[in-house]
Structure formats: structure tokens, C-alpha cells
């Protein structure tokens, strides 16, 4: 009992570090702006209702400028980190398509194949998180939008869509895609 224990145990580590976030990126920087003469950033906070999850993200957002060379200020800020984030439900339908198996067909003496498969319905949800980046009198410098279709939501997959809005931060203007472990989003 105790080895088969040890042997679910086991698993269910090594499965929980298999969750992957397979996201969207775009970057729009404003053109002209100098990010080697900003060192410092601060929070401009815009949900109450959602404290939780904002401050998750915007500490996500800390950890990754601060790897990037920036200092935190709650004073004086070279400029600030404004965090938008949203989760949208929707169902899949569940109907997949596939060669699933080949059966003879004695009549025609021929072999056809079955490929529609019917399988559950599954909840996604479809999570957004934008970063903007403005300096204390509000001129804008920076966007990072970041979306994911996953089956967790916004609570769950934050982090990493925060690591990948900043990745290529502050230069990159384009669209890309990111895909990250969630047990790597700080």
C-alpha cells in the first residue's frame, strides 16, 4: 500500500511541473523613447475589486524589471506600471476529428476509416493581461499585451502572461508567441 502510495506521489509531482502557457505577445513601444535613461518604476493601481489578482500580477511585473536592471520607487518613479487583466469563458464543443480506427467493409471489400469522435464539452477561458507602461504625469511609453486560451483561469496563468509581455521588453515592436512552464513565472 505504501509503495503504491509513493508511487501516485511521485506522479503527481512530476505532472505539475508539465503545465505550459502557450501565449500571443504584442509590443508597441512609443517611437523615440530612451528606456537606458529610466531606471526606476512604480504601481498605479486601477482595481479595487479585484485587489487579489492585481497585485499578484503587478509583483509578477516587479520580479521581471527587476531582472531587467530596474529599481522599484514608491516615491519617485521614472515611470509607472498600469495592469489590465480579464478572463472570458466559452465552451468547447466536444467533437474532435481523427483516424481513429479502420474497419473492413465486407460488402465494397474495401477498408474505411471512422474518424469523427465524439468527446466531452470543456470550459476554456480565454485570459488577457496588458501592462502599460506611463510616466507620473501619464504620457504613455510602452504596451505589452499578452492572451492564452487555457483551461485555468487568470488566477492560475497571470503570472506567465506578465513574463511573457515583458520578455522582450523595452525593445521588440511586433507580435510573437511565448510558451512558458507555469512553475517558471515568478
Known amino acids: 500500500m505504501r509503495k503504491l502510495l509513493a508511487i501516485f506521489t511521485l506522479l503527481a509531482i512530476l505532472l505539475s511541473g508539465c503545465v505550459y502557457?502557450?501565449?500571443?505577445?504584442?509590443?508597441?513601444?512609443?517611437?523615440?523613447?530612451?528606456?537606458?535613461?529610466?531606471?526606476?518604476?512604480?504601481f498605479k493601481k486601477r482595481s479595487e475589486s479585484r485587489k487579489e489578482v492585481e497585485d499578484?500580477?503587478?509583483?509578477?511585473?516587479?520580479?521581471?524589471?527587476e531582472a531587467k536592471g530596474f529599481t522599484y520607487s514608491a516615491?519617485?518613479?521614472?515611470?509607472?506600471?498600469?495592469?489590465?487583466?480579464?478572463?472570458?469563458?466559452?465552451?468547447?464543443?466536444?467533437?474532435?476529428?481523427?483516424?481513429?480506427?479502420?474497419e473492413y467493409d465486407f460488402i465494397s471489400k474495401s477498408y474505411s476509416d471512422i474518424g469523427v469522435n465524439p468527446a466531452p464539452d470543456a470550459s476554456r477561458q480565454d485570459n488577457t493581461v496588458s501592462i502599460f507602461l506611463v510616466t507620473p504625469d501619464k504620457t504613455y511609453l510602452w504596451k505589452g499585451l499578452a492572451t492564452?486560451?487555457?483551461?485555468?483561469?487568470?488566477?492560475?496563468?497571470?503570472?506567465?502572461?506578465?513574463?511573457?509581455?515583458?520578455?522582450?521588453?523595452?525593445?521588440?515592436?511586433?507580435?510573437?508567441?511565448?510558451?512558458?512552464?507555469?512553475?517558471?513565472?515568478p
Open 21 to 42: 502557457v502557450d501565449m500571443s505577445v504584442e509590443n508597441k513601444p512609443t517611437p523615440g523613447v530612451d528606456f537606458s535613461k529610466l531606471k526606476t518604476f512604480g
Open 75 to 102: 516615491t519617485n518613479p521614472d515611470f509607472l506600471i498600469v495592469v489590465g487583466f480579464g478572463s472570458k469563458s466559452y465552451m468547447e464543443r466536444g467533437v474532435s476529428y481523427s483516424r481513429d480506427s479502420v
Open 148 to 185: 492564452s486560451s487555457d483551461f485555468e483561469g487568470i488566477g492560475v496563468v497571470g503570472k506567465c502572461l506578465v513574463k511573457g509581455a515583458l520578455t522582450r521588453f523595452p525593445g521588440v515592436d511586433g507580435t510573437y508567441r511565448e510558451k512558458f512552464n507555469v512553475s517558471d513565472c
Open 56 to 65: 499578484m500580477l503587478l509583483n509578477s511585473a516587479k520580479l521581471e524589471l
